[in-house]
């Protein structure tokens, strides 16, 4: 789901919360280490995002924050944020060449660089947490 978030609109939120689950607490941040990601730098990315990117001049740059049950990641356009929230069910992540990592959620992709190795560990530790929060076989979670 694409989205714009720079309101703090109560369905919206219900939205969010209900697809990728309340944002972890202090706490819960620090006992993982943290849950937002570096700045990352887009190189490419489907369709929409990309019209939406075009409409300014400034660097094209997004940011990833885990989620219980899934991922948004966050990007400016103008003066507004957007959020394409995705669930681990439907995220996609693969390692491309040059150090590019690839991220799909339905129809929506994002290709962002990975040159840091912050960057690098920061994807580690989110396909780690998505292996915990996946249901682990057919009877779990589908009843």
Not at 15 to 22: C, E, M, P
Not at 74 to 88: A, C, M, W
Not at 98 to 119: F, N, P, R
Request: with cysteine; aromatic share 8%.
């Amino acid at each position: 789901m694409l989205a714009n978030v720079s309101y703090n609109t109560p369905e919206l939120t219900r939205k969010i919360d209900a697809l990728v689950g309340k944002p972890f607490s202090l706490r819960e941040r620090w006992a993982l280490g943290g849950i937002g990601s570096p700045k990352l730098e887009i190189r490419e990315c489907s369709t929409e995002i990309r019209n939406l990117l075009l409409l300014d001049n400034n660097q094209n740059t997004c940011n990833i924050e885990i989620r219980p049950g899934g991922v948004v990641l966050r990007f400016r356009s103008l003066l507004e944020t957007y959020g394409l929230i995705i669930p681990y069910y439907r995220l996609t992540l693969y390692k491309g060449d040059l150090g590019i990592y690839s991220i799909h959620a339905e129809h929506h992709v994002v290709k962002v660089a990975a040159d840091t190795k912050a960057i690098q560990r920061f994807f580690v530790k989110l396909l780690g947490h998505k292996a915990e929060n996946l249901p682990k076989g057919p009877r779990d979670g589908l009843a």
